[in-house]
């Protein structure tokens, strides 16, 4: 089965549409549309083969992570008329992403590995080890590029640039904590630990609110609880349920996003293999059985039910 590539989806005559690398972002007035895709990107490059129920494990997620978190940080859902589709208030989107590590992984270990001890800042201590649990969680802001790469940055200098305004900021860098806090609990409920992740956020009538997805495997990095210490002690490699594993195999294969280097095809075990745990990992998550969408005229399906949502709006 073919997964969701692309969309071109006609809501309204006066629409405007933005293609992401993941989702499309339909706007109609004060409202946007945004459709989950299951386009899978890596090193900012979209993979050419999209992943069945990928789209709909990270609108539902998503859907479920923003509303168990709206009592200590507002956000932009509205509703989810179709189990690919959010629809919500249209923001002036801030272009920055705030990411918090609690965990020394991914790109902040890559860089520990090549000697740097600074990351958009801020100072990584001496002796750690991968995976290891910063003393506290750190703040490592990115740039939001249209295009191409994302940056890190330090809070120094997105504020010197112009950014953020300082107000603003300060309130994303508090609201970034509060979220870390709540998704780092609900994960160990679930014997999982939330190791890092993303936030974004936008402004809407003067007030900084909490856009796009939380806490999804596209976002965020998550270990097994069990058996993590003792993993660390052995100097073990962490089990873990994110997207990096795609990384790993693309690394594995010669291809980091990098000029030259020539994208590997997907097998179609490792396409069903990434499609699984995407949905393993919604389940464990969630606490909750994930129900597959009906794939027959899918985008069909997402037409009309967004058209019966507009309707009745």
């Given at each position: 089965?073919?997964g969701?590539q692309?969309?071109?989806?006609?809501?309204?005559?006066?629409q405007q549409?933005?293609?992401?690398?993941?989702r499309?972002?339909?706007?109609?007035?004060?409202?946007m549309?945004?459709?989950?895709?299951?386009?899978?990107?890596?090193?900012?490059h979209?993979l050419?083969?999209?992943?069945?129920?990928?789209?709909?494990?990270?609108?539902?997620m998503?859907a479920y992570?923003?509303?168990?978190?709206r009592?200590?940080v507002?956000n932009?859902m509205?509703?989810?008329?179709?189990?690919?589709?959010?629809?919500?208030?249209?923001?002036d989107?801030?272009?920055v992403?705030?990411?918090?590590?609690?965990?020394?992984?991914g790109?902040?270990?890559r860089?520990y590995?090549?000697?740097?001890?600074?990351?958009?800042?801020?100072?990584m201590?001496?002796?750690?080890?991968?995976?290891?649990?910063?003393?506290e969680?750190?703040?490592?802001?990115?740039t939001?590029?249209?295009?191409?790469h994302?940056?890190?940055i330090?809070?120094?200098?997105?504020?010197?640039?112009g950014?953020?305004a300082?107000?603003h900021?300060?309130?994303?860098?508090?609201?970034?904590r509060?979220?870390?806090?709540?998704?780092s609990a609900m994960?160990?409920?679930q014997?999982?630990?939330?190791?890092?992740t993303k936030?974004?956020?936008?402004?809407?009538e003067?007030?900084?609110?909490?856009?796009?997805?939380i806490h999804?495997?596209?976002s965020s990095?998550?270990?097994?609880l069990?058996?993590?210490?003792e993993?660390?002690?052995?100097?073990?490699?962490?089990k873990?349920?994110?997207?990096?594993?795609?990384?790993e195999?693309?690394?594995?294969?010669?291809f980091?996003?990098?000029e030259?280097?020539?994208?590997p095809?997907?097998p179609?075990?490792?396409?069903q293999e990434?499609?699984?745990r995407?949905?393993?990992l919604?389940?464990?998550?969630?606490?909750?059985?994930?129900?597959?969408?009906?794939?027959a005229s899918v985008l069909n399906?997402?037409?009309?039910?967004?058209?019966?949502?507009?309707?009745?709006?």
């Amino acid at each position: 089965m073919n997964g969701i590539q692309s969309t071109d989806f006609h809501f309204h005559p006066s629409q405007q549409v933005y293609h992401g690398k993941v989702r499309d972002v339909y706007t109609l007035g004060d409202r946007m549309i945004m459709v989950a895709t299951d386009r899978i990107s890596a090193f900012d490059h979209i993979l050419p083969r999209a992943i069945p129920y990928k789209g709909q494990v990270l609108n539902q997620m998503a859907a479920y992570f923003l509303e168990a978190t709206r009592d200590i940080v507002p956000n932009w859902m509205e509703a989810c008329p179709d189990p690919n589709v959010m629809v919500g208030k249209k923001c002036d989107p801030q272009r920055v992403e705030m990411v918090i590590r609690g965990y020394l992984a991914g790109h902040a270990w890559r860089t520990y590995q090549s000697g740097e001890r600074m990351l958009c800042g801020v100072a990584m201590p001496e002796g750690m080890q991968e995976s290891d649990a910063f003393p506290e969680p750190i703040i490592t802001p990115a740039t939001k590029a249209d295009e191409g790469h994302d940056e890190d940055i330090s809070r120094e200098d997105l504020l010197q640039r112009g950014l953020v305004a300082p107000d603003h900021y300060e309130t994303m860098e508090a609201y970034t904590r509060a979220l870390f806090a709540r998704g780092s609990a609900m994960a160990r409920e679930q014997g999982l630990i939330l190791v890092d992740t993303k936030y974004e956020f936008g402004i809407h009538e003067g007030k900084v609110i909490l856009i796009d997805e939380i806490h999804t495997p596209d976002s965020s990095r998550y270990y097994y609880l069990e058996g993590y210490e003792e993993r660390q002690r052995r100097g073990e490699h962490q089990k873990q349920l994110s997207k990096e594993f795609v990384r790993e195999w693309l690394m594995d294969h010669g291809f980091q996003g990098k000029e030259g280097q020539r994208m590997p095809e997907m097998p179609d075990a490792f396409v069903q293999e990434i499609s699984d745990r995407y949905i393993h990992l919604y389940e464990l998550m969630t606490g909750t059985v994930f129900e597959k969408a009906n794939y027959a005229s899918v985008l069909n399906r997402i037409q009309n039910n967004v058209d019966d949502y507009l309707a009745n709006a």
